[in-house]
């Protein structure tokens, strides 16, 4: 198995040829920290091969300050992969909790059976307050 997309939406709708993700995400601007975002979407598509077929899967995402130490405890999405023998691709949508103690630059790590799948970066700035 492997990650050939990961990227964080605000959701994803079923378009006329395929799924269209909406609102992509790099980075999120706050006034100060720390700051939880609850609920984040993430899109997931996995590359199957036969192996992965029907089986039990755990991704597991661990969120790292920009000094590279883990932040909280990992977020993690239990299923089963689909069953039918022509299924290449599989979709996935999990709502991670993340909290940020930190301004700059964090990684997500997506890991299955202590395997790092990717990497994701998302850019925590400070913004200031509108008057």
Known sequence: MTISCAVFVDGVRQGENGIDLC??????????????????????????????????????????????????????????????????????LPTLDLTFHHFGVHTLEIRHDDTMLQRLQLTITQQGLRK
């Open 23 to 92: 609102g992509l995400t790099e980075g999120f601007g706050f006034p100060s920290l720390p700051v939880t975002l609850e609920k984040m979407p993430l899109f997931v598509n996995l590359e199957l091969d036969a192996t992965d077929l029907g089986r039990a899967c755990r991704l597991e995402f661990h969120l790292l300050s920009p000094s590279g130490q883990a932040l909280d405890s990992p977020n993690w999405l239990d299923f089963t992969l689909p069953s039918e023998e022509d299924t290449v691709t599989a979709k996935l």
